[in-house]
T-cell receptor, first 109, second 120 residues
Framework: DAKTTQPPSMDCAEGRAANLPCNHS???????VYWYRQIHSQGPQYIIH???NNETNEMASLIITEDRKSSTLILPHATLRDTAVYYC??????????FGAGTRLTVKP | GAVVSQHPSRVICKSGTSVKIECRSL??????MFWYRQFPKQSLMLMAT?????????EQGVEKDKFLINHASLTLSTLTVTSAHPEDSSFYIC????????????????FGPGTRLTVL
């Protein structure tokens, strides 16, 4: 699996967009970028995934650079309930998903 | 989306006893489930892959005789922590993929709510 690098922590003001970066410079052509989040003491929650095109769903947008070496997860209007640890995972498929340290996002009022 | 449940949500036991944790896929059949462990302030660590009708595959460093996994049906996998000790106290999480969803192997994985084990 390609290694990912995320900032350990970030803050965001409530109502503003939260932009969470992820570097995956060793990603290979058939590896997807997945984003999950974990709210304190809960199981991880799927957010979004993509291969090379930008993706958007009801939760977030995923922007992948053209060279695919980095991506950004965007939460367009962060709320206090978005406070969580966000994990960027690069993997060929969905099996045995492995988690790094992630980014602890704190949304502040 | 698909739902994965775990039972119990919290368990406290004495050192030396065995504890069983159940993981169920509520509205889909899962041929494969995954077990993770998470210590405080750390990330999730994959322990093993549970395959229906066959032996589980354990990650390096995980004792298979200590963490017994049984995947007897397409909707249930169990993790038994045998002879638990305080160092086994952790948050145990299972996950599964719904093979019936479009998208094949690139579908999302659904996680259970976790079981917090405290060994006294």
């Amino acid at each position: 699996d390609a290694k990912t690098t995320q900032p350990p922590s970030m803050d965001c003001a409530e109502g503003r967009a939260a932009n969470l970066p992820c570097n995956h410079s060793t990603i290979s052509g058939n590896e997807y970028v997945y984003w999950y989040r974990q709210i304190h003491s809960q199981g991880p929650q799927y957010i979004i995934h993509g291969l090379k095109n930008n993706e958007t769903n009801e939760m977030a947008s995923l922007i992948i650079t053209e060279d695919r070496k980095s991506s950004t997860l965007i939460l367009p209007h962060a709320t206090l309930r978005d406070t969580a640890v966000y994990y960027c995972i690069v993997r060929v498929g969905i099996y045995d998903m492995r988690f790094g340290a992630g980014t602890r996002l704190t949304v502040k009022p | 989306g698909a739902v994965v449940s775990q039972h119990p949500s919290r368990v406290i036991c004495k050192s030396g006893t065995s504890v069983k944790i159940e993981c169920r896929s509520l509205d889909f059949q899962a041929t494969t489930m995954f077990w993770y462990r998470q210590f405080p302030k750390q990330s999730l660590m994959l322990m093993a892959t549970s395959n229906e009708g066959s032996k589980a595959t354990y990650e390096q460093g995980v004792e298979k005789d200590k963490f017994l996994i049984n995947h007897a049906s397409l909707t249930l996998s169990t993790l038994t922590v045998t002879s638990a000790h305080p160092e086994d106290s952790s948050f145990y999480i299972c996950s599964a993929r719904d093979p019936g969803l479009a998208g094949g192997d690139h579908n999302e994985q659904f996680f259970g709510p976790g079981t917090r084990l405290t060994v006294l």
